[in-house]
C-alpha cells in the first residue's frame, strides 16, 4: 500500500504542505490560506488536500513547523507568569544586562521595556549553591511552600524556577518543583536545569521563563493537532532537528524558530544538490522575510538568538528576521516619507488585491498594478482584484505626490532594501563577504525581488528551486531528530577524566531521548562540542569536538579548531602567544536520530526553444509587452532573458530587462545578470 511523509509549515499568510511517496519519492506539493485564529485548522485543510491531490490515503508521518511559540511572543501576549529564584536575588530581571539596542548613543532616549515578569510577581526561596554546585546553605522548604502558596491563591499557573547556580547541581530545583507538584498542581512549570544547563544568571532565567509562558499555549495546541490528526507526529526545532510532538510540550521554547529553520534546511539541500555548498538563503512569505547564513552545506548556529524583545540562549540556526514580506504595508511617516512595514495585512483581511476588506497597500498590491504576478495565487484558486489593487496605489500615489507608477515601484524598492539589510546583518556583520555568496530565494514572495537584490549586493546569482512556496514544508522532511544537552565546565586545565564523565552524561541523557523517538542504539549518533574563550574574554566561540577517548590529542585537536575558528571570526588569534590561555566554558552534545531524507530528481534537457503562454504589459523601468512563462513547460538548459516573467502554482519570478533565468538539471532557475545587457 503506497503511504506518504508529510511535512507542513504554517506561515502567516499561507500553509505550505508537501508529501513525499515513500515508495516512489514522488513529491507532491500545495497550499491552503493560513487561518490565524486557529492555526490547526489550516493544518487539516492542507492536510486533506495533499492526500487528495497525491490519490493516497495512507500517511507514514507527519512532521510540522509551527510559528505559534513564535507569534505569541513577538506579540508579547505573555500573562499570568510567575518567577522563583534564590533569595536576594529577585531583581535579576530589572538588572538584566547594560548593553542597549542600537549602541550607547541610543542611551538617552532608550527606555526599558517592562520585563517578562514583573517584580511583583517575583518570589524567592532561600538556599545556596556555590558555583560548583557545592550547597553553602540548606534549601528552605518552608519559604518554598509559602511561594507555592502565594502562586496557587492569586491564579497564577505558569512559573519559572531559577535558582542560582543550578547548571552546577539542579537539587535544589528539583526539589521546588516537587513543592510545586504538590502545592499548586494546576501549575505548569519549567526549572532552568532542564531548560538551559548553562551559566548566565539573567539569560537562563529569561530562557527558561519565555519556555514557561509557552507552554500552556503549546500544550494546547499539540493537544488538538493530535486529536484532529489521530495519530503520533513530530514537530521542527529551532535547532535544525525535530522531536515527536509528545517530546515537544516538555520544552517548547525548542520550536521558536521552527519554520524558518525548516527553510533554511530544506535551501541547503536543495543548493548543495545543484552544487552550491555554500549559500545565503531567503525565504520570503506574507509577513516577513528571514534570512540565514549555510556554509559547506550547513546553516550557521547561534546560542545568543533572540525572538522579539526575549534572549532565548538555546542553540537555534542563526536566522535574521525582518518585517518584509508580501504582505507589508505601505505608509506614510509623519514627516511624510514612505515607508514599508512592518507592519502586515497577514492572511485575513490581507492586501487589498484578495478583496477581503483589507484597506491598505500592500508590496503584494504594487506587485498586481505593476503586471509582475498574474490576476491570482495558487494556479487560479485566489482570484485577485487587480481593480482594487490599483485605487489603493492611486490613492496612496495622491498622497505623496507621485505618479502610481513611482510609488509601486518605491514600495518595491523599499521592500528590497529591507531585505538586503537583513542580509547585510547575517554576512557582513559577521565577517562575511556577500559577494561570495550566490542566494537561494524562497517562500511565496521569495523570487518577486530577487533581481534588484543582484543589484544591490552585488551577488553572483540567485537559485530559485521548484515549488519555491513549499521550500519549508520540504525542508521539514529532510532534518534528523535532534537533541541538545550542555553542561557549564569552566576551568583552564582541562581535566580529562572529568570531561569525559560529563560527556558521557550527556550522552546517556541523548540515547535515553532516541530511544523514546523509536531508534534503534546502533543508529545513534551523538555530536560533541565544546565553547572556549580566551581568559578574560567574556563570550565564547563553539568548535566541534572529536568523538572517541578524551586523551591529550583530543585537547590538541579541539583547542587547534578554537584558534582557527578564532581567526576567521575576528581576524586574530593567541595560538603561539603564552600571556593568553585558553578557557573552557560549556561541553555539549548533540543526540542525532539519522532519517532517510528524499531525493531530488533531475529534469531532461530539452532543445526547442521556449514558447510563452500568454504576454502581460509588465511596469519595469517603463510598461511593455513582457512574455509569460509557465515553469512547468521549461526543459534543463532553457535560458529566459527579461523583460519576462515566469509563473508556476505557488510563486512568480519577474525577469526584468538585463538578466537572465536558466534552468539546471535538478529544476532550479539560476537568475543572472546579463554580462553584456546593452549590447
Given at each position: 500500500?503506497?503511504?506518504?511523509?508529510?511535512?507542513?509549515?504554517?506561515?502567516?499568510?499561507?500553509?505550505?504542505?508537501?508529501?513525499?511517496?515513500?515508495?516512489?519519492?514522488?513529491?507532491?506539493?500545495?497550499?491552503?490560506?493560513?487561518?490565524?485564529?486557529?492555526?490547526?485548522?489550516?493544518?487539516?485543510?492542507?492536510?486533506?488536500?495533499?492526500?487528495?491531490?497525491?490519490?493516497?490515503?495512507?500517511?507514514?508521518?507527519?512532521?510540522?513547523?509551527?510559528?505559534?511559540?513564535?507569534?505569541?511572543?513577538?506579540?508579547?501576549?505573555?500573562?499570568?507568569?510567575?518567577?522563583?529564584?534564590?533569595?536576594?536575588?529577585?531583581?535579576?530581571?530589572?538588572?538584566?544586562?547594560?548593553?542597549?539596542?542600537?549602541?550607547?548613543?541610543?542611551?538617552?532616549?532608550?527606555?526599558?521595556?517592562?520585563?517578562?515578569?514583573?517584580?511583583?510577581?517575583?518570589?524567592?526561596?532561600?538556599?545556596?549553591?556555590?558555583?560548583?554546585?557545592?550547597?553553602?546553605?540548606?534549601?528552605?522548604?518552608?519559604?518554598?511552600?509559602?511561594?507555592?502558596?502565594?502562586?496557587?491563591?492569586?491564579?497564577?499557573?505558569?512559573?519559572?524556577?531559577?535558582?542560582?547556580?543550578?547548571?552546577?547541581?539542579?537539587?535544589?530545583?528539583?526539589?521546588?518543583?516537587?513543592?510545586?507538584?504538590?502545592?499548586?498542581?494546576?501549575?505548569?512549570?519549567?526549572?532552568?536545569?532542564?531548560?538551559?544547563?548553562?551559566?548566565?544568571?539573567?539569560?537562563?532565567?529569561?530562557?527558561?521563563?519565555?519556555?514557561?509562558?509557552?507552554?500552556?499555549?503549546?500544550?494546547?495546541?499539540?493537544?488538538?493537532?493530535?486529536?484532529?490528526?489521530?495519530?503520533?507526529?513530530?514537530?521542527?526545532?529551532?535547532?535544525?532537528?525535530?522531536?515527536?510532538?509528545?517530546?515537544?510540550?516538555?520544552?517548547?521554547?525548542?520550536?521558536?524558530?521552527?519554520?524558518?529553520?525548516?527553510?533554511?534546511?530544506?535551501?541547503?539541500?536543495?543548493?548543495?544538490?545543484?552544487?552550491?555548498?555554500?549559500?545565503?538563503?531567503?525565504?520570503?512569505?506574507?509577513?516577513?522575510?528571514?534570512?540565514?547564513?549555510?556554509?559547506?552545506?550547513?546553516?550557521?548556529?547561534?546560542?545568543?538568538?533572540?525572538?522579539?524583545?526575549?534572549?532565548?540562549?538555546?542553540?537555534?540556526?542563526?536566522?535574521?528576521?525582518?518585517?518584509?514580506?508580501?504582505?507589508?504595508?505601505?505608509?506614510i511617516s509623519p514627516e511624510g516619507t514612505l515607508k514599508v512595514g512592518p507592519k502586515s495585512a497577514g492572511a485575513d483581511p490581507g492586501p487589498l488585491c484578495y478583496g477581503r476588506g483589507g484597506t491598505e497597500v500592500t508590496v503584494t498590491d504594487a506587485h498586481v498594478f505593476l503586471g509582475r504576478v498574474p490576476p491570482h495565487l495558487l494556479g487560479g484558486e485566489i482570484p485577485l482584484d487587480a481593480d482594487a489593487a490599483?485605487?489603493?496605489?492611486?490613492?496612496?500615489?495622491?498622497?505623496?505626490?507621485?505618479?502610481?507608477?513611482?510609488?509601486?515601484?518605491?514600495?518595491?524598492?523599499?521592500?528590497?532594501?529591507?531585505?538586503?539589510?537583513?542580509?547585510?546583518?547575517?554576512?557582513?556583520?559577521?565577517?562575511?563577504?556577500?559577494?561570495?555568496?550566490?542566494?537561494?530565494?524562497?517562500?511565496?514572495?521569495?523570487?518577486?525581488?530577487?533581481?534588484?537584490?543582484?543589484?544591490?549586493?552585488?551577488?553572483?546569482?540567485?537559485?530559485?528551486?521548484?515549488?519555491?512556496?513549499?521550500?519549508?514544508?520540504?525542508?521539514?522532511?529532510?532534518?534528523?531528530?535532534?537533541?541538545?544537552?550542555?553542561?557549564?565546565?569552566?576551568?583552564?586545565?582541562?581535566?580529562?577524566?572529568?570531561?569525559?564523565?560529563?560527556?558521557?552524561?550527556?550522552?546517556?541523557?541523548?540515547?535515553?531521548?532516541?530511544?523514546?523517538?523509536?531508534?534503534?542504539?546502533?543508529?545513534?549518533?551523538?555530536?560533541?562540542?565544546?565553547?572556549?574563550?580566551?581568559?578574560?574574554?567574556?563570550?565564547?566561540?563553539?568548535?566541534?569536538?572529536?568523538?572517541?577517548?578524551?586523551?591529550?590529542?583530543?585537547?590538541?585537536?579541539?583547542?587547534?579548531?578554537?584558534?582557527?575558528?578564532?581567526?576567521?571570526?575576528?581576524?586574530?588569534?593567541?595560538?603561539?602567544?603564552?600571556?593568553?590561555?585558553?578557557?573552557?566554558?560549556?561541553?555539549?552534545?548533540?543526540?542525532?536520530?539519522?532519517?532517510?531524507?528524499?531525493?531530488?530528481?533531475?529534469?531532461?534537457?530539452?532543445?526547442?526553444?521556449?514558447?510563452?503562454?500568454?504576454?502581460?504589459?509588465?511596469?519595469?523601468?517603463?510598461?511593455?509587452?513582457?512574455?509569460?512563462?509557465?515553469?512547468?513547460?521549461?526543459?534543463?538548459?532553457?535560458?529566459?532573458?527579461?523583460?519576462?516573467?515566469?509563473?508556476?502554482?505557488?510563486?512568480?519570478?519577474?525577469?526584468?530587462?538585463?538578466?537572465?533565468?536558466?534552468?539546471?538539471?535538478?529544476?532550479?532557475?539560476?537568475?543572472?545578470?546579463?554580462?553584456?545587457?546593452?549590447?
Amino acid at each position: 500500500m503506497r503511504s506518504v511523509r508529510i511535512g507542513v509549515d504554517t506561515g502567516g499568510t499561507f500553509t505550505d504542505v508537501v508529501a513525499v511517496d515513500e515508495q516512489t519519492g514522488e513529491i507532491t506539493t500545495t497550499k491552503t490560506p493560513s487561518t490565524p485564529a486557529n492555526p490547526a485548522d489550516g493544518f487539516m485543510a492542507g492536510v486533506r488536500k495533499v492526500l487528495e491531490k497525491a490519490g493516497v490515503e495512507n500517511v507514514a508521518a507527519v512532521v510540522h513547523g509551527t510559528t505559534v511559540a513564535t507569534n505569541q511572543l513577538l506579540e508579547d501576549r505573555i500573562a499570568d507568569l510567575g518567577f522563583i529564584t534564590t533569595e536576594g536575588f529577585e531583581f535579576i530581571l530589572e538588572i538584566a544586562r547594560q548593553s542597549v539596542p542600537d549602541g550607547y548613543g541610543n542611551s538617552y532616549f532608550w527606555v526599558k521595556p517592562s520585563r517578562i515578569v514583573p517584580v511583583h510577581r517575583i518570589r524567592t526561596v532561600g538556599g545556596r549553591l556555590d558555583h560548583t554546585g557545592t550547597e553553602v546553605r540548606p534549601f528552605d522548604e518552608a519559604q518554598a511552600v509559602e511561594a507555592a502558596r502565594w502562586f496557587r491563591e492569586r491564579g497564577i499557573t505558569a512559573i519559572g524556577v531559577c535558582f542560582l547556580h543550578s547548571y552546577a547541581n539542579p537539587e535544589h530545583e528539583l526539589r521546588m518543583r516537587e513543592v510545586l507538584e504538590r502545592e499548586h498542581p494546576d501549575a505548569v512549570v519549567s526549572i532552568s536545569s532542564d531548560v538551559l544547563r548553562e551559566y548566565r544568571e539573567y539569560e537562563r532565567s529569561v530562557t527558561t521563563l519565555v519556555d514557561a509562558a509557552v507552554k500552556p499555549t503549546m500544550r494546547r495546541y499539540i493537544a488538538n493537532l493530535a486529536d484532529r490528526l489521530g495519530m503520533p507526529f513530530s514537530v521542527m526545532k529551532s535547532n535544525g532537528g525535530v522531536l515527536s510532538a509528545a517530546e515537544v510540550v516538555h520544552q517548547p521554547i525548542t520550536t521558536v524558530l521552527s519554520g524558518p529553520a525548516a527553510g533554511a534546511l530544506g535551501a541547503a539541500l536543495i543548493a548543495s544538490t545543484a552544487g552550491h555548498p555554500s549559500v545565503i538563503t531567503l525565504d520570503g512569505g506574507g509577513t516577513s522575510t528571514d534570512v540565514a547564513v549555510v556554509i559547506d552545506g550547513e546553516p550557521s548556529l547561534t546560542t545568543e538568538g533572540s525572538i522579539g524583545r526575549y534572549p532565548c540562549k538555546i542553540p537555534m540556526i542563526d536566522i535574521v528576521t525582518v518585517g518584509a514580506g508580501g504582505g507589508s504595508v505601505a505608509w506614510i511617516s509623519p514627516e511624510g516619507t514612505l515607508k514599508v512595514g512592518p507592519k502586515s495585512a497577514g492572511a485575513d483581511p490581507g492586501p487589498l488585491c484578495y478583496g477581503r476588506g483589507g484597506t491598505e497597500v500592500t508590496v503584494t498590491d504594487a506587485h498586481v498594478f505593476l503586471g509582475r504576478v498574474p490576476p491570482h495565487l495558487l494556479g487560479g484558486e485566489i482570484p485577485l482584484d487587480a481593480d482594487a489593487a490599483r485605487q489603493g496605489i492611486e490613492a496612496l500615489a495622491g498622497k505623496l505626490g507621485l505618479s502610481p507608477e513611482r510609488t509601486a515601484a518605491g514600495i518595491l524598492e523599499i521592500s528590497a532594501f529591507n531585505q538586503s539589510n537583513a542580509i547585510r546583518q547575517i554576512t557582513v556583520k559577521r565577517g562575511l563577504d556577500v559577494r561570495d555568496f550566490p542566494m537561494v530565494a524562497f517562500g511565496g514572495s521569495g523570487p518577486l525581488l530577487v533581481c534588484r537584490l543582484i543589484d544591490i549586493l552585488d551577488l553572483p546569482s540567485v537559485i530559485i528551486p521548484p515549488d519555491p512556496g513549499n521550500v519549508s514544508a520540504f525542508g521539514l522532511l529532510t532534518v534528523d531528530v535532534k537533541n541538545d544537552y550542555v553542561r557549564t565546565f569552566v576551568t583552564r586545565e582541562l581535566p580529562l577524566d572529568s570531561a569525559a564523565e560529563i560527556f558521557g552524561d550527556l550522552e546517556r541523557q541523548a540515547a535515553e531521548a532516541l530511544d523514546r523517538e523509536g531508534f534503534d542504539t546502533g543508529r545513534h549518533v551523538y555530536a560533541r562540542s565544546a565553547d572556549l574563550r580566551y581568559y578574560g574574554q567574556a563570550y565564547e566561540v563553539r568548535v566541534p569536538a572529536p568523538a572517541g577517548p578524551l586523551d591529550e590529542a583530543w585537547q590538541a585537536e579541539v583547542l587547534d579548531r578554537f584558534h582557527e575558528a578564532h581567526r576567521r571570526l575576528y581576524g586574530y588569534d593567541y595560538r603561539d602567544d603564552p600571556r593568553h590561555g585558553v578557557e573552557w566554558v560549556n561541553l555539549r552534545v548533540s543526540g542525532i536520530g539519522p532519517i532517510t531524507r528524499p531525493t531530488i530528481g533531475r529534469k531532461p534537457y530539452g532543445t526547442a526553444e521556449p514558447e510563452p503562454v500568454a504576454t502581460r504589459e509588465v511596469f519595469y523601468e517603463e510598461w511593455g509587452p513582457a512574455p509569460i512563462h509557465r515553469r512547468a513547460d521549461l526543459a534543463a538548459g532553457t535560458t529566459i532573458e527579461g523583460p519576462a516573467v515566469i509563473e508556476e502554482y505557488g510563486s512568480t519570478l519577474p525577469v526584468h530587462p538585463g538578466f537572465t533565468a536558466t534552468m539546471d538539471e535538478f529544476g532550479n532557475l539560476e537568475v543572472r545578470r546579463e554580462a553584456n545587457p546593452t549590447q
